[in-house]
C-alpha cells in the first residue's frame, strides 16, 4: 500500500508540473492582461502584476478607430457561422458519395481529393486571391465563406472513413422500407455520425476564429475586420504599441475557444475515434 502511494504521489505531481508547464503561456498572458504597457517586458516585473491595471479592459473594448471591439467579435462570429454551416453541409454530402454511392472515376476523384489535402496553402493562396479578385468578391467575407460550401479535404476524409464503419445492412434495409438515397442520407447516415459533424463544426470554429491570413488578404475595411485582425491592430511600428489593451482583449477572445472545448470535448475524442458501429 505505502508503494502504490509512492507511486500515486509521483505520477500526480509529474502530470501537475507538465500541465503548469503547458498551461503556463496562458498564466502569462492572463497576468500580462492586468499589467502597465511599460512593464510587461521588463525583467524586473514578476509574473503577478503590481499595480493591477483594470483598464486595459475598458481601453481594449473601445477598439480601433472608433470601432468597438464588440464589432469585430460580432464579424468573426458571423464568419465562423457560416463557415461552419456549410462545411458541415458540403463535406457531410461529398463523404456520403464517397463512402456510400458508386460512379465512374470514384477512386480517381477520391486521389484527387487526397492530393488537394496534401497541397500547402501557400500554392494557392495566389491563384484563388486572383480568381476572387476577377469574381469582384474582394473587401467582403465571400472569399472566406463560400469555399466552405465546396468542402474541405480533412473533413471529408475524417467522415468517409467514420461512415464507413456504419453497416451497409442499415442501407439495405432503408431501401426494403421503400427509402431513396437521400432519405439514407439523412435518416440513417446523419444521425449516426453526430460525433464526427461535432468535430468538424468544433474544428471550424477553431480554425475560423483564429484565421489572421485570410482576412488580411481579402477585407480592407476596418468596420469588417475579424478580431484576429484587430489584436494585430494594437500593436504599432509608429508609436507605442497598447501590449495592455492588446493581451486583455485576447483573453477574450480566448473565452469562447475554452467554452466550446470544454462543452464538446467528449464529441471531439469521439469523431475523431472514428468509432461508429459494429457489424
Same mark, same amino acid.
Not at 40 to 52: D, E, K, N, R, V
Not at 210 to 237: H, I
Given at each position: 500500500? $505505502?508503494?502504490?502511494?509512492?507511486?500515486?504521489?509521483? &505520477?500526480? *505531481?509529474?502530470? #501537475?508540473?507538465?500541465?503548469?508547464?503547458?498551461?503556463? @503561456?496562458?498564466?502569462?498572458?492572463?497576468?500580462?492582461?492586468?499589467?502597465?504597457?511599460?512593464?510587461?517586458?521588463?525583467?524586473?516585473q514578476s509574473l503577478i502584476p503590481h499595480?493591477?491595471?483594470?483598464? %486595459?479592459?475598458?481601453? #481594449?473594448?473601445?477598439?480601433?478607430?472608433?470601432?468597438?471591439?464588440?464589432?469585430?467579435?460580432? %464579424?468573426?462570429?458571423?464568419? !465562423? =457561422?457560416?463557415?461552419?454551416?456549410?462545411?458541415?453541409?458540403?463535406?457531410?454530402? *461529398?463523404?456520403?458519395?464517397?463512402? $456510400?454511392?458508386?460512379?465512374?472515376?470514384?477512386?480517381?476523384?477520391?486521389?484527387? /481529393?487526397?492530393?488537394?489535402?496534401?497541397? @500547402?496553402?501557400?500554392? !494557392?493562396?495566389?491563384?484563388?486571391?486572383?480568381?476572387?479578385?476577377?469574381? #469582384?468578391?474582394?473587401?467582403?467575407?465571400? @472569399?472566406?465563406?463560400? @469555399? #466552405?460550401?465546396?468542402?474541405?479535404?480533412?473533413?471529408?476524409?475524417?467522415?468517409?472513413?467514420?461512415?464507413?464503419? =456504419?453497416? $451497409?445492412?442499415?442501407?439495405?434495409?432503408?431501401? =426494403?422500407?421503400?427509402?431513396?438515397?437521400?432519405? *439514407?442520407?439523412?435518416?440513417?447516415?446523419?444521425?449516426?455520425?453526430?460525433?464526427?459533424?461535432?468535430? =468538424?463544426?468544433?474544428?471550424?470554429?477553431?480554425?475560423?476564429?483564429?484565421?489572421?491570413?485570410?482576412?488580411?488578404?481579402?477585407? %480592407?475595411?476596418?468596420?469588417? &475586420?475579424?478580431?484576429?485582425?484587430?489584436?494585430? /491592430?494594437?500593436?504599432?511600428?509608429?508609436?507605442?504599441? %497598447?501590449?495592455?489593451? /492588446?493581451?486583455?482583449?485576447?483573453? !477574450?477572445?480566448?473565452?469562447? !475557444?475554452?467554452?466550446?472545448?470544454?462543452?464538446?470535448?467528449?464529441?471531439?475524442?469521439?469523431?475523431?475515434?472514428?468509432?461508429?458501429?459494429?457489424?
Amino acid at each position: 500500500m $505505502r508503494a502504490k502511494s509512492v507511486k500515486w504521489w509521483i &505520477y500526480h *505531481i509529474l502530470v #501537475g508540473g507538465f500541465a503548469v508547464l503547458m498551461l503556463y @503561456p496562458v498564466i502569462w498572458l492572463l497576468m500580462s492582461s492586468f499589467k502597465p504597457s511599460n512593464t510587461i517586458f521588463t525583467t524586473a516585473q514578476s509574473l503577478i502584476p503590481h499595480p493591477w491595471v483594470w483598464t %486595459n479592459f475598458l481601453d #481594449g473594448w473601445k477598439g480601433i478607430g472608433g470601432n468597438s471591439f464588440g464589432l469585430f467579435i460580432k %464579424n468573426t462570429a458571423v464568419l !465562423v =457561422i457560416l463557415t461552419m454551416i456549410g462545411q458541415i453541409i458540403s463535406c457531410s454530402v *461529398i463523404a456520403f458519395g464517397f463512402a $456510400r454511392l458508386e460512379f465512374k472515376g470514384k477512386a480517381f476523384w477520391f486521389a484527387v /481529393m487526397l492530393v488537394t489535402l496534401m497541397l @500547402p496553402n501557400e500554392v !494557392v493562396m495566389v491563384p484563388q486571391y486572383i480568381l476572387f479578385s476577377k469574381f #469582384g468578391w474582394l473587401n467582403s467575407i465571400k @472569399p472566406l465563406v463560400v @469555399p #466552405g460550401y465546396f468542402g474541405q479535404p480533412f473533413f471529408i476524409f475524417l467522415l468517409v472513413q467514420f461512415i464507413r464503419t =456504419i453497416p $451497409r445492412e442499415l442501407d439495405e434495409a432503408a431501401t =426494403i422500407d421503400g427509402c431513396n438515397t437521400f432519405s *439514407i442520407f439523412s435518416r440513417i447516415i446523419v444521425p449516426l455520425i453526430k460525433p464526427a459533424l461535432a468535430t =468538424i463544426a468544433i474544428f471550424s470554429f477553431y480554425w475560423s476564429w483564429d484565421n489572421l491570413l485570410g482576412p488580411v488578404l481579402y477585407l %480592407n475595411s476596418p468596420t469588417k &475586420y475579424t478580431v484576429s485582425m484587430a489584436l494585430n /491592430m494594437f500593436l504599432s511600428n509608429e508609436s507605442v504599441s %497598447n501590449w495592455g489593451a /492588446m493581451f486583455a482583449m485576447s483573453v !477574450v477572445t480566448l473565452i469562447p !475557444v475554452l467554452v466550446v472545448f470544454f462543452i464538446f470535448q467528449r464529441s471531439v475524442v469521439e469523431g475523431i475515434s472514428t468509432s461508429g458501429l459494429k457489424g
